[in-house]
């Protein structure tokens, strides 16, 4: 038996439309970057973008389990001194519901040059609309959304 390795002219992506209303963050996070790498296609190769496009509706409607909403803390160090900046994940959600899961993601994506270029496939939307109708996006549901 033998191991086809593939080639970037050979992939074909998809486009996926997730809706993020009341799914759990960290287990959304996951599904997401395992589609971005390409890691659900029979085709997966390490170090080539073999991952589909993701589009994620409802970002501000995410759920976060335990005291996470107060207790988790997104931090930000301009490289000055005293320039470190902390914010709790409520008010993150209230002002940027995007970064929770692009941050989330991002993280659980490789640590090596592939990963810039496969988060540029994510696209992160606060309400239902987003303008990529053209791309035929196909709506995909995920397992075990509730914890």
Avoid: C
């Amino acid at each position: 038996m033998r191991s086809t390795i593939a080639k970037t002219g050979e992939i074909s992506r998809n486009w996926h439309v997730i809706d993020a209303r009341d799914k759990i963050l960290g287990r959304l996070a996951s599904e997401i970057a395992m589609i971005l790498m390409g890691k659900d296609k029979p085709i997966y190769t390490p170090f080539v973008d073999t991952g589909d496009f993701v589009i994620v509706t409802n970002a501000e409607k995410i759920a976060l389990t335990g005291k996470k909403l107060d207790n988790k803390l997104y931090r930000s160090y301009s490289g000055y001194i005293g320039g470190l900046k902390e914010t709790n994940a409520r008010r993150m959600l209230e002002k940027k519901p995007e970064y929770l899961i692009w941050h989330a993601v991002k993280g659980m994506l490789p640590k090596n040059r592939l990963s810039d270029r496969l988060i540029t496939k994510l696209k992160i939307y606060k309400g239902e609309a987003h303008p990529h109708k053209a791309q035929k996006p196909k709506l995909l549901e995920l397992d075990g959304d509730k914890g």
